[in-house]
């Protein structure tokens, strides 16, 4: 006969507790229940494993070896619950991920803020990549996953849908346009366009816009990074246009950002490789970003009906 692991416990909490009544307790269960398993098990067995001596029980001699391996046995699993609470918390566990520079700038460290709620040991390792570095970055092995402003045909490469965003337009507080409820392409382009390259997955969404329109195109100061344009429209340099994720974190004392009139709807994506199943630790933190991606054009889609 083989123990199960309930009936390993119901005799080492007799061992413990010295009594019938006292496993019991121990246990949190009826006293009924662990009489019952105590006969069911001798029985199996064909040996006596307790005595009664002074009013406890007290393992027999022929059960000695049994009680040594149930010790043995209580010992392990002791050790494996603990394993299991460090892997809860999150400990001697990295999770490496990379990011494109616009949902990376508030989205992921929002994400990440949450993950070390759930996981508040774990270490991180977070880059920010072109779109073009994502492909060798997840092959490689550098890391998990990627979030991706841009879905790309990759046959090694898995891309899973994230959330929707859309284009804004920003300007100083005290531009001419702060104080309009929306703007169209061709008033855009009244103002010097201080911009991202036309080739990137924004910019060809309003390069696009443009083109239906016959309109000209003309980045008047050209910047890699959102963060970068943000100071410079600060600065009162001209109008940009930019995902609804970088500037989920801009201040209404310094710009105004005003929803754009023409469809400038995107959507982001979750990429890793295609031969490797998520942690449980990056599905975790995938869902926690579509989370705060989603409800963040939620509250900004509430916004504009009031505004």
């Known amino acids: 006969m083989s123990l199960t692991l309930r009936q390993i416990e119901v005799i080492r909490a007799i061992m413990v507790a010295g009594t019938i009544a006292g496993a019991a307790r121990l246990m949190n269960v009826a006293q ?6 105590v006969k069911h098990i001798e029985g199996s067995l064909g040996i006596k494993l307790f005595v009664k001596k002074g009013g406890r029980y007290v393992p027999t001699a022929e059960a000695r070896d049994v009680f040594v391996q149930i010790e043995e046995v209580h010992r392990k699993i002791d050790q494996l619950q603990f394993s299991i609470a460090q892997l809860e918390r999150g400990r001697d566990v990295e999770l490496s991920l990379g990011s494109v520079p616009s949902i990376a700038n508030v989205m992921v460290p929002r994400a990440v803020a949450k993950l070390f709620q759930h996981y508040p040991q774990i270490k991180l390792n977070f880059e920010i990549l072109k779109i073009e570095e994502a492909i060798d970055y ?18 090694s490469i898995v891309f899973e849908p994230l959330a929707r965003g859309r284009l804004v337009c920003i ?3 005290n531009h001419p346009i702060a104080t309009q409820k929306s703007i169209s392409a061709r008033d855009i382009i009244k103002y010097p366009l201080i911009g991202i390259d036309p080739k990137d997955p924004y910019g060809a969404i309003m390069a696009d816009i443009f083109a239906r329109q016959n309109l000209v195109y003309d980045i008047a100061i050209r910047a890699r990074f959102g963060t970068t344009v943000c100071r410079l429209v600060e600065h009162n340099l001209g109008v940009a246009v930019l995902d609804a994720f970088t500037v989920a974190e801009i201040g209404s004392t310094s710009l105004a950002i005003i929803p754009i009139e023409e469809e400038t709807t995107f959507q982001t994506y979750v990429a890793f490789r295609a031969d490797a199943a998520l942690s449980s630790y990056a599905e975790r933190f995938v869902k926690l970003l579509r989370g705060l991606m989603e409800d963040h054009m939620n509250k900004q ?3 504009n009906i009031s505004a």
Do not use: C, F, Q, W
């Not at 009924?32 to 398993?37: D, E, I």
């Not at 997840?138 to 046959?155: A, I, Q, T």
């Open 32 to 37: 009924p229940g662990v009489s019952r398993t």
């Open 138 to 155: 997840l092959l490689l092995n550098k890391g998990e996953v990627v979030v991706m402003s841009y879905r790309l045909d990759h046959p």
């Open 171 to 173: 300007a100083s507080s």
């Open 301 to 303: 889609i509430i916004h």
